[in-house]
């Protein structure tokens, strides 16, 4: 069996933080058969900014029990259309942001999507993973310490 030193390992859910949004304490649910990550994200208006183009939305927090939400803004990236599971495609905005996961910080795009039927707020794609250089044990749950806020990015191995 091979094992590699540099990858970490984390749990089928994690606590996160998106610092450059202002939002921390976030539960993630790891999907390694997702390409993009998600946020939760409602209200969603694109808008122009020193002649590039943002989007304006509400990213959710908390659980259906108890929720909370931030008013947000960040340079849109693209417009990408995205495939469910159950084969329905839906086309939506895209970010980058610094993703905190543990003693890590790292860039990583987000689709904003409507996920207030789901459980988790954010889904962390197969994308973001490898770019955090990040392994998936699914017996485990929260693994990694919730990170510190505010995180700032580090260079190129992504720890903090």
């Not at 610094?98 to 990583?108: C, F, H, I, N, S």
């Amino acid at each position: 069996m091979k094992t590699f030193d540099h990858l970490s390992v984390i749990g089928l859910r994690e606590w996160v933080a998106l610092p450059d949004l202002g939002l921390a304490g976030l539960r993630a649910k790891i999907d390694t058969g997702a390409s993009t990550s998600s946020l939760h994200a409602t209200e969603v208006e694109p808008f122009t900014r020193n002649g590039e183009r943002w989007v304006r939305f509400n990213a959710h927090l908390g659980s259906v029990v108890q929720m909370r939400h931030r008013r947000c803004e960040a340079p849109l990236v693209a417009m990408k259309t995205i495939k469910s599971s159950n084969g329905h495609a839906q086309v939506r905005y895209v970010i980058r942001t610094a993703l905190a996961l543990g003693d890590r910080v790292w860039e990583v795009e987000f689709t904003l999507a409507c996920r207030k039927a789901m459980r988790y707020r954010l889904l962390l794609g197969s994308k973001a993973l490898v770019h955090g250089q990040l392994v998936v044990n699914p017996g485990l749950k929260y693994v990694q310490d919730k990170p510190a806020f505010p995180a700032t990015i580090t260079p190129s191995t992504g720890a903090a």
